[in-house]
């Protein structure tokens, strides 16, 4: 029903930047919020980023002031700008996107990840 399609992952040396890109395709009546998750091996899976379909951001204090979370709503993606990277960044990224379906439920979709490495 909907499909989320990740991209911008990669390797790159401490102080570089990234920027990851998912884009939501399929059938719902509207998306309200959009939001980003890493998760390390052996780790629980943590929120990064999100924003609402009306701009509000909210973050992670580790990268408040390095990564900045935005929106295209015409074409349902998100997008998340790394800077200033950091080893202990690496991690696998997902995207999850929030759309209310017509049902009216809302539902949560995960994207199947992207790999960001971080080491010189």
């Known amino acids: 029903q909907v499909q989320l399609v990740e991209s911008g992952g990669g390797l790159v040396q401490p102080g570089g930047s990234l920027r990851l890109s998912c884009a939501a395709s399929g059938s719902f009546v509207s998306i309200n919020a959009m939001g980003w998750y890493r998760q390390a091996p052996g780790k629980q899976r943590e929120l990064v980023a999100g924003?609402?379909?009306?701009?509000?951001?909210d973050y992670a204090g580790s990268v408040k002031g390095r990564f900045t979370i935005s929106r295209d709503n015409a074409q349902n993606t998100v997008y998340l700008q790394m800077n200033s990277l950091k080893p202990e960044d690496t991690a696998v990224y997902y995207c999850?996107?929030?759309?209310?379906?017509?049902?009216?439920?809302?539902?949560?979709?995960w994207g199947q990840g992207t790999q960001v490495t971080v080491s010189s």
């Open positions: 999850k996107v929030r759309v209310r379906g017509y049902s009216t439920f809302y539902v949560d979709y």
């Open positions: 924003i609402t379909s009306g701009g509000m951001e």
